[in-house]
């Protein structure tokens, strides 16, 4: 288990778009799903997207229609594509693995990321 590597984070103008990249070697291999969150200031995460291990898409109503989650298996990693950003969309994305336990039988080890800026303007 290792900790995930996030990237691609910056500032755009709203309407403009980025393209988030977390890495994990070995773990498309687990048979676990990856989450990417978003934190604002003095708030708590909220999650964002969710890609599971047998490739489903889930988000959060507030990025559905404008943010789409995909893997790159041979790369282990997964891309969170932001597009028709808001101002409203500037947070600390963090990526999230999910690991198996055999103790619990289920997903149950989590590892974050260190987190990347990403900065709507308007």
């Known amino acids: 288990v290792v900790q995930p590597v996030e990237s691609g984070g910056g500032s755009v103008q709203a309407g403009g778009s980025l393209r988030l990249s977390c890495t994990a070697p070995g773990f498309t291999s687990n048979n676990c799903g990856m989450d990417w969150y978003r934190q604002y200031p003095i708030k708590p995460r909220e999650w964002v997207a969710r890609?599971?291990?047998?490739?489903?898409?889930l988000y959060a109503d507030s990025v559905k229609g404008r943010f789409t989650i995909s893997k790159d298996t041979a790369k282990d990693t997964v891309y969170l594509q932001m597009n028709s950003l808001k101002p409203e969309d500037t947070a600390i994305y963090s990526c999230k693995t999910n690991w198996f336990d055999s103790g619990v039988r289920s997903c149950a080890t989590a590892e974050w990321g260190q987190g990347t800026q990403v900065t709507v303007s308007s």
């Open positions: 890609i599971t291990s047998d490739g489903r898409l």
